[in-house]
Antibody, heavy 123, light 110 residues
Framework: EVQLVQSGAEVKKPGESLKISCKGS????????IAWVRQMPGKGLEWMGI????????RYSPSFQGQVTISADKSISTAYLQWTSLKASDTAMYFC????????????????WGQGTLVTVSS | QSVLTQPPSVSAAPGQKVTISCSGS????????VSWYQQLPGTAPKLLIY???KRPSGIPDRFSGSKSGTSATLGITGLQTGDEADYYC???????????FGGGTKLTVL
């Protein structure tokens, strides 16, 4: 079974750093892009960026470029989403998802999704 | 404001049919495949439709997708109370060089 398991909920203060993870299993981790998607409280889905674990090629949405860093460690089949200085507005649920087709990232889809990591930033 | 436009809510009675629209532009839906996702309350999204009209294994044929020009549509027949969820469309946006989602549609089964 293809599965993505994310790290647990986090409570942080503004200005702190954070790295959350997404571990893949049940497939060749290096063959499919992994995406990160934000969902702010009561709001819709936002595409943040993607990474190809095979060579760490990374693409960001303009809205998130420079705000977060996406990385991966293929040796442990894990992708990461990282902040250096959190803001209250980063409070959200963050999902990772595998791009379903192994070839390319444009005409693609997300399947499966991780269970989500809730990040709360509050003083 | 989302790049793809969906109605905020739709509703129908059990057993009935409902459609959810997703509209964009030539740089988005007009040029790329559309996928659809179901998000039940408190859970992660789940893939319902990919490549405009294909269903992953395990998704019942009550769910269907179509695309015409710069709009896509998700159809759900034989509505069940368990279908109450938020539904999102997604595609690629060449003007952003990034993926995009619709704002989501809340389905209520009355």
């Amino acid at each position: 079974e293809v599965q993505l398991v994310q790290s647990g909920a986090e409570v942080k203060k503004p200005g702190e750093s954070l790295k959350i993870s997404c571990k893949g299993s049940g497939y060749r981790f290096t063959s499919n892009w992994i995406a990160w998607v934000r969902q702010m409280p009561g709001k819709g889905l936002e595409w943040m960026g993607i990474i190809y674990p095979g060579d760490s090629d990374t693409r960001y949405s303009p809205s998130f470029q420079g705000q977060v860093t996406i990385s991966a460690d293929k040796s442990i089949s894990t992708a990461y989403l990282q902040w250096t200085s959190l803001k209250a507005s980063d409070t959200a649920m963050y999902f990772c998802a595998r791009l379903g087709a192994a070839a390319g990232f444009v005409d693609n889809w997300f399947d499966p999704w991780g269970q989500g990591t809730l990040v709360t930033v509050s003083s | 404001q989302s790049v793809l436009t969906q109605p905020p809510s739709v509703s129908a009675a059990p057993g009935q049919k409902v459609t959810i629209s997703c509209s964009g532009s030539s740089s988005k839906i007009g040029s790329y495949y559309v996928s659809w996702y179901q998000q039940l309350p408190g859970t992660a999204p789940k893939l319902l439709i990919y490549d405009n009209n294909k269903r992953p294994s395990g998704i019942p044929d009550r769910f269907s997708g179509s695309k015409s020009g710069t709009s896509a549509t998700l159809g759900i027949t034989g509505l069940q109370t368990g279908d109450e969820a938020d539904y999102y469309c997604g595609t690629w946006d060449s003007s952003l060089s990034a993926g995009v989602f619709g704002g989501g549609t809340k389905l209520t089964v009355l």
